[in-house]
């Protein structure tokens, strides 16, 4: 083969794989994420914040015992947890251990979504990691 055309080759064959690889590596494609948006704007984005910037002085209990509802952009640690690990919190609630109170601060949503927007309002929040979190999390989910 002639220098130029393997070199050519070389160049392309990236840029085919980048084109069919999804992007941003969320897992989800564009109408995924549009409804995992959509979901998160409705059922979360009040105690998770409008950019999942999370409730002020979320590292810091409140008046009533309760850890706060935390970020879920890449100032917290929601892309530390593998995708089963997000279905279930989501799914189940959650409550922090040392809170003072019994309830489920973070809601269960398993019976007011249906699985499959459960999974497109996690897709949703991986757009909202860097791509070194995004590769983290991509890893603990296998
Ligand atoms: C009523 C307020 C509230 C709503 C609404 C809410 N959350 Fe939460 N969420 C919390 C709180 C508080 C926590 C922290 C619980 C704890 O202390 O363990 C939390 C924790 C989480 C966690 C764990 C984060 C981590 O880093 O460990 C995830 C994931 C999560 N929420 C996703 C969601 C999603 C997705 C929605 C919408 C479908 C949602 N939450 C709606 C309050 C809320």
Redesign the pocket.
């Known amino acids: 083969m002639n220098k130029l055309l393997s070199g050519l080759i070389l160049l392309v064959i990236p840029m085919l794989a980048g084109a069919s690889a999804r992007p941003d590596n969320t897992g989800g494609d564009a109408q995924d994420i549009a409804n995992g948006r959509q979901?998160?704007e409705q059922?979360?984005a009040?105690?998770?914040g409008a950019q999942g910037e999370g409730?002020a002085n979320w590292k810091k209990r409140d008046n009533k015992g309760?850890?706060?509802?935390?970020p879920?952009n890449e100032t917290?640690?929601?892309w530390?947890?593998s995708d089963d690990r997000?279905f279930g919190?989501?799914a189940n609630g959650?409550?922090?251990p040392f809170?003072k109170t019994d309830r489920l601060?973070?809601?269960a949503?398993g019976t007011r979504?249906t699985d499959q927007e459960?999974r497109a309002?996690?897709n949703y929040?991986k757009t909202l990691w860097t791509d070194e979190q995004r590769k983290f999390q991509a890893t603990e989910s296998q």
Do not use: K, S
């Open positions: 979901v998160y059922y979360c009040a105690c998770h409730a309760e850890m706060p509802a935390p879920h917290g640690h929601t530390r947890h997000l919190i989501i959650q409550r922090h809170n601060t973070m809601p949503f979504l459960i309002v996690i929040l």
